[in-house]
């Protein structure tokens, strides 16, 4: 089949990648020259494990093409995939603009027999006012379907969720329009599970904020096994172990962030807020996520004391999560962010950030940023960062005191080595 993606970003890239490699012809396109012009030469703007080897692999192969010229792609192909953003407005909202500017592309180039996806999240009851807007720009019912197909790829193992997903979402309206989207995926081994539009636009919201919840849940039972010195990292597993429960997503530290959780809890909020309806638990799992950074800062405070000179910080990690380079709403950055407010002298390293926040010093090791430091925090779980040479980082420091803003390391290794541990929920 022959299909046009337009958005070349995680989501646009990673499943253009797969789609060619089940054997498509894809037409990857986006309205940024310069990410396009990179692209056709086999440079991958982004960092995701095997996308590269992937991507060139299909180039090479004939079966993956950039473009910036979407409209030409859009006219040509019988298989649309949307995958622009769609960021946070100010309100919390989703915001919209970038796929309206596809919709009125679109209503110029529909002159053959369509199939529309959405794989970018979307609030419920987007699909719906598409097919409104196109017909009212002018384009006959007739030549279009619009299918809603939400991805759930993490950033870091993007290929691999894709390639194997849990299952894969489709809603449409005429399930002709249904399996002709499952029949892109023949050879992938998962279950399909065929909604209507609205279910499939609310699934994706709803997992992603079930996901913040659960982070959030485990988030709250590690201040009160800071209070009663238990171990969050036993509590967890043993949850886990319930399979009503599941063992994922059930890892305590600085809270989730990335491009994801906090701008779909927010647009589920105010998807809810538009029907009179008041999301007590999501506005929680916001609340307890917010304040997490300050659990930290707490006890980063409480561990410096009272001093009289500017207590020097090592950071490791500024990315949202390890294994990629996304900073999108990073909690490792709005926990330097308070620190350097704080007055405190941020030394900075992440294997693949290097130029945020001028009012830090970015380091180009792990060893350099821990020189003469305080106190060292890992924000990000970098494997890296977990196996450092521990001696080295101690030689190093003024002082050795490690918080360990993911609960990744091994505690009682650190402590042998002469370490002051301090983590979230580990006594
Ligand atoms: C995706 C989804 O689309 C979003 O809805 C989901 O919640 C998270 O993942 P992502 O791939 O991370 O977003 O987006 P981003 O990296 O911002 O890439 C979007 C791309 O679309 C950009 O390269 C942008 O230049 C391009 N774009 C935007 C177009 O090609 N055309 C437009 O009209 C607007
Ligand atoms: C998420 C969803 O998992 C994915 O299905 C959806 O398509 C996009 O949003 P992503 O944001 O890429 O993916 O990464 P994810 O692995 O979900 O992590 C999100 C954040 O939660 C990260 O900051 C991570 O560090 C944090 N996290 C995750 C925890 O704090 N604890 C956990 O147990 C798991």
């Known amino acids: 089949m022959d299909i046009c993606i337009i958005g070349a970003g995680y989501v646009g890239l990673t499943t253009a990648a797969v789609l060619a490699d089940i054997g498509h012809t894809v037409y990857c396109t986006d309205v940024n020259e310069q990410k ?29 093409f950039f473009d910036t010229d979407s409209e030409r792609h859009m006219a ?33 180039t529909i002159h053959s027999p369509k199939i529309i996806i959405m794989k970018s999240t979307v ?55 249904a399996m ?111 304040s997490q950074v300050d659990i930290y800062l707490n006890k980063i405070t409480h561990s410096l004391g009272k001093r009289s000179d500017k207590p020097r910080i090592a950071v490791w990690g500024a990315t949202f999560k390890e294994n990629t380079d996304d900073i999108r709403y990073s909690q490792a950055i709005a926990l330097m962010k308070k620190l350097v407010r704080k007055g405190y002298g941020v030394y900075a390293y992440d294997p693949l950030v290097s130029s945020e926040l001028s009012s830090v010093v970015w380091c180009s090791n792990p060893y350099e940023a821990v020189e003469q430091a305080d106190l060292l925090v890992i924000a990000t779980a970098w494997s890296a960062f977990i196996e450092a040479d521990w001696p080295k980082v101690k030689a190093l420091m003024k002082r050795p005191v490690i918080v360990d803003g993911r609960n990744c390391l091994d505690k009682s290794a650190l402590e042998m080595y002469g370490f002051d541990y301090i983590g979230v929920g580990r006594p």
């Not at 995939?81 to 796929?99: L, W």
């Not at 809603?148 to 449409?172: Q, W």
Request: glycine letters at 8%; one cysteine or more; aromatic letters at 6%.
């Open 123 to 177: 609030p419920p009851g987007t699909a719906d006012w598409m097919e409104a807007e196109l017909q009212q720009l002018g384009v006959d019912k007739g030549l279009f379907e619009i299918v809603s197909n939400p991805e759930f790829l993490r950033e870091g193992t993007a290929i691999e969720d894709t390639v194997h997903p849990d299952r894969i979402v489709i809603g449409a309206k005429q399930n002709e329009a």
């Open 76 to 108: 040509d192909c019988p298989f649309i995939m949307i995958a622009v953003g769609t960021p946070s407005a100010r309100d919390g909202s989703a915001d919209m603009v970038y796929v309206k500017s596809v919709i009125a592309a679109l209503s110029q």
């Open 180 to 290: 002709n989207v499952q029949e892109l995926y023949h050879t992938l081994q998962t279950q399909f599970l065929i909604t209507n539009r609205l279910e499939a636009e609310l699934i994706k919201y709803a997992s992603n904020a079930f996901l913040a919840t659960k982070i959030s849940f485990i988030n709250e039972i590690a201040r009160i096994c800071d209070a009663y010195h238990a171990d969050i990292m036993e509590v967890s597993r043993g949850i886990g172990m319930d399979q009503r429960i599941g063992a994922r997503f059930l890892h305590a530290g600085l809270g989730y962030g990335g491009s994801c959780f906090p701008k779909d809890v927010n647009a589920l909020n105010d998807a809810a807020q538009a029907k009179g309806i008041r999301l007590n638990l999501v506005q929680a799992v916001k609340k307890i996520n917010r």
């Open 36 to 64: 396009i012009n990179k692209l056709q030469q086999g440079i991958i703007p982004i960092y995701e494990p095997g996308l590269t080897e992937m991507i060139t692999k299909n180039q090479d192969e004939g079966k993956l």
